[in-house]
């Protein structure tokens, strides 16, 4: 990974890589804490999308990107200010979530021969990191050719998890991709489960629901429920006959409301797919499609999975940048991940990470439109 390149001019050298990727990298001021900690945002621009990236969270707050007339337009639900992020902790707008992003049941697993018990934020589980997760901690920023690179350290018993782990994402444009690498070190063995929660609208992100746009997922199976906890059972099944199965293009609100148990415990779609494919190489695990502004989304990933999320329980509480409410079903998001809850089950694929490894994952979002 190509970093930034200090010396004498080594302000020059930075700008000179960046032109050379064709991307330009901004940095400014978009809040400061209540300790006085400053928290700048990060503009990514190629020809084709810009980016804005915020240290607390490591989170997305815009991403910009045309539609089939060439026009412009926000795709990522997100406030204009800090104090929203702070303040309303429950959506995860655009933020990377860890050290275990996702759900594990009652907080409680064995690692190591002994019994690990996070903290609880979801009902009687851990949900994205527990109560203090990754999205609530404002990350050390550091530009690098063509995007910028986000660290923090977590540390041993932090939320409960064992070791001191050291995280590292970093955003990059590829002419009209999006490129986020993760990376992590312990130094104890502990689980480690990274991704990014930002919620697409591909029409515009005030524009009303996602139920209209076309879903393609790349998977065979998914991981089933056992309750409204969303916790899996441990199963992993056919999405053959069932209202999971998007391996044709479907619009997402054609099934949505059918009576199926698995809908109605997640009030929508807020299931964990299973990408086909070797986890470990980087492959197509999804696209959408936007009928109205022509934009298409296609998700790669390194990851086993992708959590497929309708945005079930936006309610109109909260109040985007475009100063529009955001209404059940207003935005989607593709998380690429390890399965939910998975240090309980012995048949999913492990997230354990021990010292002296190094925890890799790549995912891609490019944008196009037709």
């Known amino acids: 990974m190509e970093g930034v390149l200090w010396g004498a001019s080594g302000f020059m050298l930075e700008a000179m890589a960046n032109e050379i990727a064709g991307v330009s990298v901004s940095a400014g001021l978009f809040g400061t804490m209540a300790d006085g900690s400053v928290v700048d945002v990060y503009t990514l621009k190629s020809e084709a999308i810009e980016l804005r990236v915020i240290g607390y969270g490591a989170r997305v707050v815009s991403l910009r990107t045309t539609d089939r007339a060439g026009e412009m337009?926000?795709?990522?639900?997100?406030?204009?200010?800090?104090?929203?992020?702070?303040?309303?902790?429950?959506?995860?707008?655009?933020?990377?979530?860890?050290?275990?992003?996702?759900?594990?049941?009652?907080?409680?697993?064995?690692?190591?021969?002994?019994?690990?018990?996070?903290?609880?934020?979801?009902?009687?589980?851990?949900?994205?990191?527990?109560?203090?997760?990754?999205?609530?901690?404002?990350?050390?920023?550091?530009?690098?050719?063509?995007?910028?690179?986000?660290?923090?350290?977590?540390?041993?018993?932090?939320?409960?998890?064992?070791?001191?782990?050291?995280?590292?994402?970093?955003?990059?444009?590829?002419?009209?991709?999006?490129?986020?690498?993760?990376?992590?070190?312990?130094?104890?063995?502990?689980?480690?489960?990274?991704?990014?929660?930002?919620?697409?609208?591909?029409?515009?992100?005030?524009?009303?629901?996602?139920?209209?746009?076309?879903?393609?997922?790349?998977?065979?199976?998914?991981?089933?429920?056992?309750?409204?906890?969303?916790?899996?059972?441990?199963?992993?099944?056919?999405?053959?006959?069932?209202?999971?199965?998007?391996?044709?293009?479907?619009?997402?609100?054609?099934?949505?409301e059918e009576k199926n148990e698995q809908l109605t415990f997640g009030r929508g779609y807020d299931h964990n797919f299973v990408v086909r494919g070797a986890a470990g190489t980087l492959r197509q695990a999804a696209e959408v499609f936007a009928p109205k502004s022509g934009r298409v989304l296609t998700v790669a990933t390194t990851e086993p999975a992708v959590q497929f999320y309708s945005g079930n329980f936006l309610d109109g509480t909260l109040v985007g940048k475009s100063g529009v409410a955001y209404m059940q079903r207003s935005g989607f998001c593709l998380e690429t991940q390890a399965y939910p809850d998975a240090p309980n089950h012995a048949n999913f694929p492990s997230t354990e990470l021990k010292p002296g490894e190094v925890y890799e994952s790549v995912t891609t979002w490019r944008f196009t439109a037709r």
Request: hydrophobic share 40%; aromatic share 10%.
């Open 73 to 256: 337009g926000d795709v990522a639900l997100g406030y204009a200010s800090l104090d929203p992020y702070v303040n309303n902790k429950n959506a995860y707008f655009g933020t990377v979530p860890g050290r275990f992003a996702n759900r594990i049941a009652l907080g409680r697993f064995d690692l190591g021969g002994e019994t690990v018990q996070t903290t609880i934020n979801d009902g009687v589980n851990m949900l994205h990191g527990g109560l203090v997760g990754f999205d609530r901690h404002n990350w050390i920023a550091e530009e690098v050719a063509g995007g910028v690179q986000f660290t923090l350290v977590s540390g041993d018993g932090d939320q409960g998890f064992p070791g001191i782990l050291t995280a590292r994402v970093t955003y990059t444009l590829e002419g009209d991709t999006v490129r986020i690498a993760y990376s992590a070190t312990t130094d104890k063995l502990t689980v480690v489960n990274l991704t990014n929660h930002t919620y697409f609208n591909l029409a515009g992100e005030a524009s009303g629901t996602i139920l209209d746009e076309e879903l393609l997922l790349e998977a065979d199976a998914y991981t089933p429920v056992a309750s409204a906890g969303a916790i899996p059972t441990g199963e992993i099944v056919t999405v053959e006959g069932t209202p999971f199965d998007f391996r044709k293009p479907t619009v997402i609100g054609a099934r949505i």
